[in-house]
């Protein structure tokens, strides 16, 4: 164990992190019991040395897995340069990322911040912007049950899932919710205040749920016939993790806006809102960030982009997450409690016939694999995008394991 490990900020011995965090830290989250101090590839290490196979990924952020040379290098060399400075000046890692942004998208234009949740709510303005300027005030927008936007108010208004919605009550009005994979839905939601449709290609945690052949053609002619704009959030699904730089693209369709966050810095926090250039109409003032666009998590952004661009990372996703789809499938014929498996690219759900997923988890985690308990009864493998097929064959013989350990 390292002198970091040993001693507290106060420089005190310690012997336990997570009573320490008990201490300090507020209570948000359910943590799984193991102290990551250190990662590489696809692996990662607690402070005892243990190593684990990593399966969750920072919850689909570390695209190019832990510590990717490419971005070490880009984020070292930036540090040394220049770190921060307001956008009341031009910064050439920001306008770097956002043209490479926009030449790899069907977008125009860039807006950079610092998470999806922050990423959604300048799109939702950007929208009521729109609603303004072009819809008579219109301000409402239609989303999704099951659906997943972030935890800033607005988000937990325009997520679908009332377990995040209860604890805040009155929610900021403006959010419909309708039923996910129907058109109907959407067109009986829709009204003279209606100015964006805000939809998930594919509901990542909601527990991975695509969409059905039709619905995102129908949504997007709906929202042409309507002159509403529509939202695409790839905040999870985009930037290779379904095997396409980003799904719109496996489905037909261009979005008027797409937000990014997660895989875009492959470990550092940064977010994106693109736009079409019709859509675009923010003006100077009305939207801004301290810290969004900054120069160190841009050239981190731009390295792990131009690398996953440069390297076929996607196509390396595509068929390594088929491999997986394949092995999974393989397992559920083996063991009767797989009920479904689903999912594309690297982005796969495994569904149970009971709530087995916390038991599976820790299953999972004596044997060396991290895996995401997205349900009672289902686990989300969300791994980083340069894993091969001897990953995915170690994942399966552990979780084959762990199945084994409770059902028998
Ligand atoms: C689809 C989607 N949108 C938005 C968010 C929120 O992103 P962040 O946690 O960076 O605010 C998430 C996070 O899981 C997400 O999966």
Redesign the pocket.
């Known amino acids: 164990m390292g002198l970091v490990n040993n001693l507290s900020s106060g420089g005190d011995k310690v012997s336990n992190w997570q009573e320490l965090e008990r201490k300090y830290f507020m209570n948000t989250v359910e943590r799984v019991p193991v102290t990551l101090v250190r990662g590489e590839g696809a692996r990662v290490w607690d402070e005892n040395g243990r190593e684990y196979l990593d399966f969750v990924g920072g919850?689909a952020v570390n695209s190019l897995g832990h510590c990717p040379p490419v971005v070490v290098e880009a984020v070292g060399e930036q540090a040394h340069t220049l770190i921060q400075t307001s956008n009341q000046f031009y910064t050439i890692p920001q306008i770097r990322l956002a043209e490479l942004l926009v030449n790899n998208s069907c977008l125009d234009k860039v807006f950079l911040c610092n998470?999806?949740?922050?990423a959604?709510e300048g799109a939702v303005k950007l929208a009521r912007r729109y609603g303004q300027r072009y819809l008579n005030g219109a301000y409402e927008v239609i989303t999704t049950l099951g659906s997943?936007?972030?935890?800033t108010l607005s988000m937990v208004a325009a997520t679908g899932q009332v377990k995040f919605q209860e604890p805040y009550l009155p929610l900021p009005v403006g959010f419909i919710n309708v039923e996910f994979n129907s058109i109907g839905a959407i067109r009986a939601a829709t009204t003279d205040k209606t100015c964006a449709v805000m939809l998930?290609p594919v509901q990542?945690?909601g527990g991975v749920n695509l969409p059905e052949d039709n619905y995102l053609t129908a949504v997007r002619e709906w929202c042409d016939q309507k002159g509403i704009l529509l939202i695409l959030?790839e905040?999870?699904t985009g930037l290779g993790r379904m095997g396409t730089l980003f799904v719109y693209e496996q489905y037909g369709i261009e979005p008027d806006v797409m937000t990014l966050?997660?895989g875009l810095g492959s470990g550092v926090p940064i977010?994106a809102i693109l736009a079409k250039d019709r859509a675009s109409v923010f003006v100077p003032g009305e939207h801004g960030s301290t810290f969004g666009g900054n120069p160190l998590t841009c050239a981190a952004a731009y390295a792990a982009l131009k690398f996953i661009l440069d390297n076929d990372i996607v196509g390396n996703a595509r068929k390594v997450g088929q491999y997986l789809i394949d092995s999974l499938e393989g397992l559920r014929e083996k063991s009767r409690c797989i009920t479904d498996v689903r999912g594309r690219g690297l982005l796969v759900a495994v569904e149970f016939n009971s709530d087995i997923a916390g038991s599976l988890l820790t299953g999972c985690l004596d044997r060396g694999l991290l895996v995401n308990r997205v349900k009672p009864n289902a686990l989300r493998f969300i791994p980083p995008l340069i894993i091969g097929n001897g990953e995915v064959d170690k994942a399966i013989s552990i979780l084959d394991g762990a199945i084994s350990s409770i059902i028998n």
Not at 115 to 118: L, N, P, R, T, V
Not at 148 to 151: A, C, I, N, V
């Open positions: 919850w998470s999806g949740a922050e959604n997943f936007h972030g935890r998930e990542g945690e959030d905040i999870q966050a997660k977010g």
